[in-house]
T-cell receptor, first 113, second 123 residues
């Protein structure tokens, strides 16, 4: 079963606006990652934030992590039509050395010109 | 450098058949993971290989199996296909430096690189 729940399930905005997606998870994590997927293709890694970090930036992306609330948010500023995609959060569990990501349900973002 | 290569891109199989999917990771990446994506269940972890050893396995029946070769290329096999196996199968590779026990040193991991996937349709 999936660990992460994302909110909203779908988001429709205009170019230039900001898009915020939220992710909640259930267990302690080592890190949380965000991925983008275009039209059922492969996932593209966007950003990784570790459990001891609270905020991270990469270009137009801003990710926050609140481990006390077991939640994260992804902010895309000044969105473009090319940002239209599904966005997934994925968590890497704490206390395990093994590689396993648990994905959220995803947010479908539509950016209209 | 070349990305993660998955072959074939599309596949149509009949119930009861078996299928083998291939994944070539980024050069130098020793960890290969497999995920299944369906509209109903989303992205589900299948298994992960590191240095030819399966280190972790998801909650899938024994019909799903895999292996990794000495050059880090990986294959996954699904036997006795069912309609519900129709999905996008994604492979991901990671640098995943590990300690002597093969455990991932997360502090130096920077995420996964995914292939474009194999779209399997079972009819």
């Amino acid at each position: 079963s999936q660990q992460g729940e994302e909110d909203p399930q779908a988001l429709s905005i205009q170019e230039g606006e900001n898009a915020t997606m939220n992710c909640s998870y259930k267990t302690s994590i080592n890190n949380l990652q965000w991925y983008r997927q275009n039209s059922g293709r492969g996932l593209v890694h966007l950003i990784l934030i570790r459990s001891n970090e609270r905020e991270k930036h990469s270009g137009r992306l801003r990710v926050t992590l609140d481990t006390s609330k077991k939640s994260s948010s992804l902010l895309i500023t000044a969105s473009r039509a090319a940002d239209t995609a599904s966005y997934f959060c994925a968590t890497a569990a704490m206390n395990t050395g093994f590689q396993k990501l648990v994905f959220g349900t995803g947010t479908r973002l539509l950016v209209s010109p | 450098k070349a990305g993660v290569t998955q072959t074939p891109r599309y596949l149509i199989k009949t119930r009861g058949q078996q299928v083998t999917l291939s994944c070539s990771p980024i050069s130098g990446h020793r960890s290969v993971s497999w995920y299944q994506q369906t509209p109903g269940q989303g992205l589900q972890f299948l298994f992960e290989y590191f240095s030819e050893t399966q280190r972790n396995k998801g909650n899938f029946p024994g019909r799903f199996s895999g292996r990794q070769f000495s050059n880090s290329r990986s294959e996954m096999n699904v036997s006795t296909l069912e309609l519900g196996d129709s999905a996008l199968y994604l492979c991901a590779s990671s640098l995943a430096p590990g300690n002597a026990q093969g455990h991932t040193l997360w502090a130096t991991t920077n995420g996964y690189t995914f292939g474009s996937g194999t779209r399997l349709t079972v009819v």
